[in-house]
């Protein structure tokens, strides 16, 4: 497989989605006989359940619609029809007819059989043809029993597009349809021996509140922050991630289209703006939102985790996926990490994605006695120093795959994890680091890229876990492995040594402002081995970054730093921190590989009114040139920064309603001798601030 196969706009995609695309025109409502866009041939109709039919016409027109030996009519009611057919007697094929005395349709080559509706952003929406066996896949995809079905992508209710058909799955409609959801059909029809249908329902780069109910969202106090944030972001409507807009525009024209059950693989988007830990509601509410409006009871409700990636750190979210499958009825989840792309956030393997799902869909939706499962944490003991783990779905045993068990880390009191000793013992996993004598939690797989290797001996990996519940941990590893922070916390005199280099801690970058301008003063801690005030530091650079936030109207939103460099939050050129309204100190290390880490850089706070400070050490060795040219960037959202005491913090005001363009601030670089006066009030690089009623949540 070529490794520059990504998932990217192409000619063909463009051909593709132009089919799809909205088309700005205006619509005539009813007159005409019309059934929803569901309705076509070769669609399949769910079995074992009353069948819903509905559309549009003239008001007072009497609709009929036959099928299976049923005559069904109804009178048209304000432009709408509705009629309920009863479960059909066999798979098929049937011919439905839909006449108004005028007009007859018929839909020909109707099957009855299960129906899943695929939904979620562009790792559901990733076509066939790009996965990492596409082109087999592709060319062995004819078969009669699936059939597949895809919501036209528009983001305003009503507006006009090609109309969308169900097809028999052959390679010429496989080759653009969800990659995960032709996987999932193919093993379901291959092992219930049912017509399967499939209707993809989804786009990329969406947030979960984009799919969900104005009702929902309004009448939940704890999505304020996603609606305030969405609606600053995208406006209130026309944009695939204004609220509720894709719910409005994409999922109400299949309801209430009878189904099976759904498969959900979203959260990216979540996390990327901030709604991490909201998603533990998110989630919950969404499945709630659409098994009620589609009538059905609990029906299955499939979840694809995230995947790793290695510039995104997905764990929180992740962790919210699987408190939903615990505590959601009738739910399963597909572990996808073992399966993830470093550099890729839409990675190739779709093909053991979809074939997961299908074993939580045999398990849960069939009633099927099966392993669909890896190993999922259920508690821990703490005995003589070691903690010993146990598990739920563990099969027939655990096992750890290619060697000993990797990707353990373990904490104490002080929440600072260290990798971790693991083995398996009796079928629990004990967990241990002789420096911590009084271990308190452990991690597992918690990280961006982070692939552990604890699977069930039916070959399903275990699913990333927290025994703790804790917002801010540490994890140390590699150079940073032996760090102790509470050995000094003054955090000038530790030192070691690691890779040749003699490493120290040390305040390295001390921000003051005067008359309009910041002065950066990175003298570091050892002046003498600055033979050069100007020469720039080279990468890779590592630092602890302090940060404290207080009267956030989101209090999950996120703080960035990032470079000229970075593309798409790429974490070897900036980093992402969680800000929690909590007003404490939370600590970080970071590693960033600028070459020039300074040069451009920038903290930028993400959309939220609120306060944060930022208390900025560096973890530097003897051996590197300390001295930086630095420029501090005003950053283009709605904020200012202001600087208070010397001791190295960065102040962040952000005061509401306020956007500010980016102001390049002038930079000194300043050794001990010229360091200036701290001024007696705070300087601010805008002065254009307003005052804001912080809303508690």
Request: hydrophobic share 40%; aromatic share 10%; charged share 20%.
């Amino acid at each position: 497989m070529n490794e520059e196969k990504r998932f990217s706009v192409s000619p063909k995609i463009i051909i593709f989605f132009t089919i799809l695309s909205v088309i700005a025109a205006p619509i005539v409502l009813f007159a005409e006989l019309k059934p929803a866009d569901i309705f076509s041939d070769n669609m399949v109709l769910q079995r074992g359940t009353t069948i819903p039919v509905w559309g549009t016409a003239d008001n007072g027109t009497t609709i009929n619609v036959s099928l299976d030996g049923q005559n069904i009519s109804t009178v048209t009611t304000g432009g709408k029809w509705l009629v309920y057919l009863a479960p059909v007697s066999s798979s098929g094929p049937y011919t439905m007819t839909v006449n108004d005395g005028t007009t007859t349709l018929n839909f020909q080559n109707v099957l009855a059989g299960d129906v899943w509706l695929a939904g979620g952003q562009s790792n559901m929406q990733v076509p066939l043809s790009y996965d990492l066996d596409g082109e087999k896949a592709v060319s062995e995809s004819t078969n009669t029993h699936i059939r597949l079905f895809i919501v036209p992508r528009i983001s305003t209710p009503g507006a006009s597009c090609d109309k969308p058909y169900w097809y028999s799955c052959s390679p010429a409609i496989a080759q653009w349809f969800s990659a995960i959801g032709y996987y999932f059909a193919k093993e379901l029809e291959k092992n219930v021996g049912v017509p399967i249908g499939v209707i993809e329902c989804d786009w990329g780069a969406t947030v979960a509140g984009t799919w969900m109910s104005q009702s929902v969202l309004e009448s939940t106090p704890a999505f304020i922050p996603i609606i305030t944030k969405l609606q600053q972001l995208y406006g209130t409507n026309n944009n695939s991630n204004s609220p509720h807009a894709l719910y409005d525009a994409m999922l109400k024209t299949v309801q209430p289209y009878a189904l099976k059950g759904f498969i959900w693989y979203q959260g990216e988007s979540d996390s990327i703006l901030g709604f991490s830990e909201l998603y533990k509601i998110t989630l919950p509410a969404l499945i709630q939102n659409w098994r009620q409006d589609w009538g059905l009871g609990n029906i299955p409700f499939l979840i694809a985790q995230l995947s790793s990636f290695e510039s995104i750190d997905f764990s929180v979210v992740r962790d919210m996926q699987l408190n939903t499958w615990k505590i959601v009825p009738n739910t399963a989840m597909a572990v996808t990490v073992d399966v993830g792309d470093r550099t890729n956030i839409h990675p190739l393997d779709k093909k053991t994605v979809g074939e997961r799902l299908a074993l939580g869909a045999r398990a849960v939706a069939y009633n099927e006695s099966i392993v669909y499962s890896g190993p999922i944490y259920k508690s821990m003991v703490i005995n003589s120093g070691k903690i010993t783990l146990s598990f739920d779905h563990i099969g027939s045993g655990l096992m750890a795959k290619d060697g000993a068990l990797k990707e353990f880390v373990i904490s104490g009191e002080d929440n600072w994890f260290y990798e971790a000793n693991a083995e398996i013992k009796n079928d629990t996993v004990v967990v241990w680091n002789d420096k911590v004598t009084e271990p308190k939690a452990v991690r597992y797989g918690w990280g961006a890229y982070c692939i552990g290797n604890l699977y069930n001996k039916e070959g399903l990996p275990a699913s990333p876990f927290r025994t703790d519940n804790s917002n801010f941990v540490q994890i140390l590893s590699g150079p940073l492995k032996d760090f102790n922070p509470a050995k000094n916390k003054l955090m000038q005199e530790w030192n070691f040594v690691e890779d040749g280099l003699n490493w120290k801690v040390g305040i390295d970058c001390t921000i003051k402002s005067e008359n309009g301008k910041l002065i950066i003063d990175s003298t570091g801690a050892d002046p003498s081995i600055l033979p050069d005030a100007m020469k720039q530091v080279k990468g890779p650079l590592v630092f602890m970054v302090k940060i404290k936030a207080d009267s956030l109207i989101s209090p999950l939103t996120q703080l960035f730093w990032m470079t000229d460099k970075n593309t798409f939050f790429d974490e070897t050129h900036s980093k992402l921190f969680s800000l929690y309204n909590d007003n404490q100190w939370h600590e970080y290390i970071v590693l960033l590989n600028d070459e020039n880490i300074f040069t451009n850089s920038r903290f930028d706070p993400c959309m939220s009114p609120g306060h944060v400070e930022v208390e900025w050490f560096r973890l530097y060795s003897l051996t590197e040139m300390n001295t930086v040219q630095t420029q501090i960037i005003n950053p283009d959202v709605n904020e200012e920064i202001t600087i208070t005491t010397p001791a190295g913090w960065v102040k962040v005001e952000i005061p509401a309603g306020t956007f500010t363009e980016t102001v390049n601030a002038e930079v000194t670089v300043v050794t001990e001798a010229n360091i200036p006066a701290i001024p007696a009030e705070q300087q601010k690089l805008n002065s254009q601030t307003q005052q804001f009623s912080p809303i508690n949540l």
